[in-house]
């Protein structure tokens, strides 16, 4: 009963760097989300895919790039990593859009 | 602008003692309210969907409520095992988004 599984669970990056987060779901989800979770400021949306083959920006995509490799994983990618997208970043699933979320673990991710 | 504002940000409660989480929401049009419990270093975890005002849903200790404003999550005699953050997120028409409150840290003492 994995769930949603994320890659790595913590990492230090500095200033410019790049860096994929990965996330994988088992639970045969048509629809896939990234969300970051800052303090005070609740989770915020990212990118979403509603089914394979399709992403779209959320409230928060500057900066971020996605891809949904199969109906299983969608993955976050950061080209050029700055101090401000340190936060808890947090992948989830659902059947279909927005039906409730099944979230994973998150990844800690520090920028310095 | 669609906003979540969730009240208290913290709560203190002893064992046995009945509350009340506030989530309001200025959003157009209402599509689900959903509430979450999230603990530390966990992801969030699904606990109600509420579609329209005056729904109602319960589970063991927690009952959610929806008006047209604000939804409520009430805690029935709280074990300490029911402390975490409770989050709260609208989708909307506005948007094909999903928009979550701060949250509330709920510590129940034994």
């Known amino acids: 009963n994995a769930g949603v599984t994320q890659t790595p669970k913590f990492q230090v990056l500095k200033t410019g760097q790049s860096m994929t987060l990965q996330c994988a779901q088992d639970m045969n989800h048509n629809s896939m989300y990234w969300y970051r979770q800052d303090p005070g400021m609740g989770l915020r949306l990212i990118y979403y895919s509603a089914s394979e083959g399709t992403t779209d920006k959320g409230e928060v995509p500057n900066g971020y790039n996605v891809s949904r490799l199969n109906k299983r994983e969608f993955s976050l990618r950061l080209e050029s990593a700055a101090p401000s997208q340190t936060s808890v970043y947090f992948c989830?699933?659902?059947?279909?859009?927005?039906?409730?979320?099944?979230f994973g673990d998150g990844t800690r991710l520090s920028i310095l | 602008e669609d906003q979540v504002t969730q009240s208290p940000e913290a709560l203190r409660l002893q064992e046995g003692e009945s509350s009340s989480l506030n989530c309001s929401y200025t959003v157009s049009g209402l599509r689900g309210l959903f509430w979450y419990r999230q603990d530390p270093g966990k992801g969030p975890e699904f606990l109600f969907t509420l579609y329209s005002a005056g729904e109602e849903k319960e589970k063991e200790r927690l009952k959610a409520t929806l008006t047209k404003k604000e939804s409520f999550l009430h805690i029935t005699a709280p074990k300490p095992e029911d402390s975490a953050t409770y989050l709260c997120a609208v989708r909307t028409y506005n948007n094909n988004d999903m928009r979550f409150g701060a949250g509330t840290r709920l510590t129940v003492k034994p």
């Open positions: 989830a699933s659902s059947q279909e859009l927005y039906q409730p979320q099944h």
